[in-house]
Structures are given as C-alpha cells and as structure tokens.
C-alpha cells in the first residue's frame, strides 16, 4: 500500500509527510486500532470487508487526490487528535513549535500566564484548543468568518472538553473581538500569495481556498491584523502571527524597520513572528 502510495505522485504536505505513514493510518483507522494496536497485529490479514474499505480509500487517495486527514476526518497537533473536514485547513500550523518547546508561549509574554487569548482565523480551533489546555486557567476567544469553520471548531472543543472556556464566534478579522482584552493573540491567517496557490498540487486545491490564498503578495489579512490588533491587546500584550517562508521574504522587504521578532525553530526558519502591543502601536504611528 505504501508503495502504491509512493507511486502515485502524490503531494503528502498538508497531510502525515510520508507514505508509510499514510499507509499505516489508513489501516489502522478501518480496522479501529491505534497505530500500537495495529503493530502487534502485523501480518494479520484484515477480513474481506475491512480490505475492501481500505481499497476504496486508497483509490480516493490516489485517483481523486483527496489529502488522507480529509478522508480520515482525523488529524493530529500538539499531541491531540481532532475532527477536520474539508470545511477547514488541515491542522499544521508552525506555531505548534512554539507549543512543544519547554518555555512556549511563557517566554513571549515575559513570564506572564495570559488571561485572556484570542485565536483569529481558528479554522478547526486546534490552536484555541491547545491554548486552553495550556493555560487552563485562560478564557479563549475562537474567531473565524466561515460558519462551516466554526461548526467543525464546536465539534472539536466539545471533543477536548474546553466548551466552556473557548467562546466560539462568527467575525470578519476582530470584528467581534474584545477592545484592549487579550494578553495573547495567535492567527494562522490565509497568507499564500495567489500565483504560489495556482501552482500548488492538487491537494491543496481540497482545501478551502478562503482559508490559504491571500492576495498578489499574500498579505491581503496579515496587513489589517498588524495594524488594528494593538487596539485588542492589552498593555504588554504579545501578538503570534505565522505568514509562511515566501511572505516573510515580502515583509522583510517591505517593511524592513518593522519590529518583528521572526521565530527560529529547531529546523531553521519559520514563518512565525511575534511582536508587542506597544512596539506594533509606535511603528503604526509613523
């Protein structure tokens, strides 16, 4: 299965990076096992039902380039499985590295556990999720103009048990945000600059294209959230921005005298950057 898999040309970006990986989870997921599970169990054959449901995921894999985490409605950040559908982006976002190092989120806003969090743009509400469960003591605020969006980002929280403390809201940008409110902002806004989304492989093309393509230069929604979140931020206030490797070349460009700490990650670059309330006001000023 794998080997048909590696076969096939297909793109395995927005899904689990490998074949074997894609093989092992679309076996594991029809026969009901954890990937643990299903180790213990190998070279088992799977009956003649469960073969044949893994043969027609396979071919809706390769013929029609349906990503694996859509045909699944599964995929995974920060550690915790979660419910997607192709109402939303395919959980991946950079600032999951922000999550797993010892310090995260604590050494953005110099010690301070945020009260209040704001996740713009959450999509299927991984980061408003993981947020919650990082500093559970937080109300989040989940915020994303798609209703197909926020109705996947309900069935998650209610899933991981944060109901409660992620307040779930419809809004073009911060709309129906809280002014001077939130001691961290977090966005994974659409960045892919449109003749960068026109090449992308079919794949990509399942996904909501609301949700990636963002304008000539990619900053068709990164631009407005740089200039209005200091109103939303509370003094000291830190907003977690990621645009991706070709729109941070843009910004760099752009606006070289900007005050943006860009984020290094353990594999080099990241895309990611972070900047303060008053910093961000002072440079919006000029």
Same mark, same amino acid.
Request: proline share 6%.
């Given at each position: ?15 689990? &990076? ?13 026969? $009901? ?14 009956? =003649? ?23 699944? &409605? ?59 469960? =990082? ?12 209703? $197909?969006?926020? &109705? ?10 944060? $109901? ?15 002014? =001077? ?8 806004? #659409? ?45 000291? $206030? ?17 606006? #070289?005298?900007? #005050? ?27």
């Amino acid at each position: 299965m794998a080997e048909a898999l590696d076969a096939a040309d297909l793109s395995f970006d927005n899904g689990w &990076q490998e074949p074997l990986a894609e093989a092992e989870l679309l076996v594991a997921h029809v026969l $009901g096992l954890t990937l643990d599970e299903l180790d213990a169990r190998l070279g088992e054959a799977p009956d =003649a039902a469960a073969d044949a449901r893994v043969q027609a995921l396979l071919s809706q894999r390769i013929d029609e380039r349906i990503p694996m985490p859509y045909l699944l &409605q599964q995929a995974w950040f920060a550690g915790r499985s979660y419910y997607i559908d192709e109402r939303v982006l395919i959980p991946r976002s950079r600032i999951e590295n922000i999550l797993d190092d010892d310090e995260g989120f604590l050494a953005l806003t110099h010690g301070r556990k945020p009260r209040r969090i704001l996740d713009l743009c959450t999509g299927s509400g991984c980061l408003a999720i993981a947020l919650a469960h =990082a500093f559970p003591e937080a109300q989040v605020d989940a915020l994303d103009i798609s209703a $197909g969006a926020l &109705q996947v980002t309900r069935i998650n929280c209610e899933r991981h048990g944060v $109901g409660e403390r992620v307040q779930v809201m419809a809004s073009n940008l911060f709309q129906a945000a809280h002014r =001077a409110c939130y001691d961290l902002i977090v966005t994974n806004p #659409p960045y892919v600059p449109t003749a960068v989304y026109a090449g992308l492989p079919a794949e990509f093309k399942r996904e909501p294209a609301i949700a990636l393509e963002a304008g000539a230069d990619g900053l068709w929604l990164v631009e407005p959230i740089l200039r209005q979140a200091p109103d939303y931020l509370t003094e000291g $206030g830190v907003l977690v921005c990621e645009v991706g490797d070709d729109v941070e070349e843009i910004m760099r460009a752009r606006w #070289p005298d900007a #005050p943006l700490e860009w984020l290094m990650f353990h594999f080099g670059g990241s895309g990611v950057f972070a900047v303060w309330r008053e910093q961000l006001a002072r440079w919006n000023s000029l």
